[in-house]
Nanobody, 125 residues
């Protein structure tokens, strides 16, 4: 069992930056691939980024590539999402998730087994 708790969301102006953190409980954190997803009002949950169990493999949605960076610190049981050059269309609730069945994660939210409660990111124009 893994419990995930996100933090770091908030209100920022367009062009600004935020760093989201997701702290995990459980001894098997380092075995799981991790992902970040987001959901805006009235829209489906959308893949943002994922990172492999070791941190050696990362991938992103086209909409955030080059602006966002996912990383993890297995010693601290934490995954991060550094978000730069934020735009109003990045406004959403951001969720971290753990995939217990894959070392490399997935772009599909259906493949993830554990979810955090979400943290709100609002970007003003």
């Amino acid at each position: 069992q893994v419990q995930l708790v996100e933090s770091g969301g908030g209100l920022v102006q367009a062009g600004g930056s935020l760093r989201l953190s997701c702290a995990a409980s459980g001894r098997t954190f380092s075995r799981y691939a991790l992902g970040w997803f987001r959901q805006a009002p009235g829209k489906e949950r959308e893949f943002v980024a994922a990172i492999s169990w070791s941190g050696g493999y990362t991938y992103y949605s086209d909409s955030v590539k080059g602006r966002f960076t996912i990383s993890r610190d297995n010693a601290k049981n934490t995954v991060y999402l550094q978000m730069n050059s934020l735009q109003p269309e990045d406004t959403a609730v951001y969720y971290c998730a753990a995939d217990a069945d894959s070392l490399y994660g997935s772009r599909s939210f259906k493949d993830y087994d554990y979810w955090g409660q979400g943290t709100q990111v609002t970007v003003s124009s």
